[in-house]
């Protein structure tokens, strides 16, 4: 995988031109998309994901933040392509089953 380095000690940009930790496997969107989520600090984070480096995630924060809107805009293409694939897919056949078992 072809990556560019950053000024951020973690992070590189790859082929695709999407920040990554590196050496994690974990896009950086990823963490932000789960810190929002959770509403859970770094450290907590850490602890959740101990994949990753209290440093990895600082590092991938700091990224966020000096490129919010880019990152925002993503979170927000995942977010609409999710639903769109909801939508299209419809109620999974084990919904149905569940519900007139009454177990949802």
Do not use: C, F
Request: charged share 25%.
């Amino acid at each position: 995988m072809a990556v560019a380095a950053t000024s951020y000690e973690h992070i590189a940009i790859d082929e695709n031109g999407v920040p990554q930790i590196v050496g994690a496997n974990t896009k950086v969107v990823e963490v932000v998309v789960h810190m929002r989520a959770s509403g859970i600090s770094a450290e907590q984070l850490a602890v959740e994901l101990p994949h990753l480096t209290p440093a990895q995630i600082h590092s991938a924060m700091a990224y966020y933040w000096d490129h919010k809107d880019e990152l925002d805009a993503d979170v927000a293409r995942r977010r609409e392509y999710a639903e769109r694939m909801r939508r299209e897919m419809g109620q999974p056949p084990i919904v149905g089953k569940l519900r007139q078992q009454g177990l949802i």
